[in-house]
């Protein structure tokens, strides 16, 4: 497992789908958010995570929250995946894993593929929920229902 709850989230900066350098800086002290890891653009169990957060992105908004994907995919192919399944938030290009590595992002499958994580970090940048499992579909609902117990 990564980084614990009440945690402070590491500093990190990462290009997202259209080339744009995101900073994590930018968002602390603004707003909550999700963060959340996946192993891989298009595969079936990927490629249901994002959908959920897809489909349930305005409930997401509308407690204020900001919603991140983060996976080693390149910025093109996220690019391509965001437009496909026409997904309304950023997806970060973490091509060398680093800051898969600062969030301690355990790797599966003999450390070929990523782990698949999901944080639901205060406006603050604190850890306010951490779960790691490999059942996509359980991922967009811990991250909801931790924010719906902020408000």
């Known amino acids: 497992m990564g980084l614990k709850v009440g945690q402070v989230i590491p500093q990190f900066s990462l290009p997202d ?56 995919d390149s910025e093109n192919t996220h690019r391509r995946f965001a437009s496909k399944y ?22 599966k499958l003999f450390n070929l593929l990523p782990g698949r994580e999901t944080y639901v970090v205060s406006k603050e940048g604190v850890i306010l929920m951490a779960f790691n499992s490999i059942n996509a579909s359980l991922h967009m609902k811990k991250a909801l229902n931790a924010l719906k117990k902020l408000k």
């Open 17 to 72: 789908q259209d080339g744009k350098l995101f900073n994590s800086n930018d968002i602390v002290g603004k707003k909550p958010f999700v963060i959340f890891f996946y192993p891989k653009d298009y595969t079936p169990g990927c490629t249901l995570e994002v959908c959920s957060f897809r489909d349930s992105y305005e409930e997401f908004t509308e407690l204020g929250a900001t919603v991140i994907g983060i996976s080693s």
């Open 86 to 107: 026409k997904l309304p938030f950023k997806l970060l290009a973490d091509r060398q894993k680093k800051v898969q590595s600062l969030f301690k992002v355990e790797s």
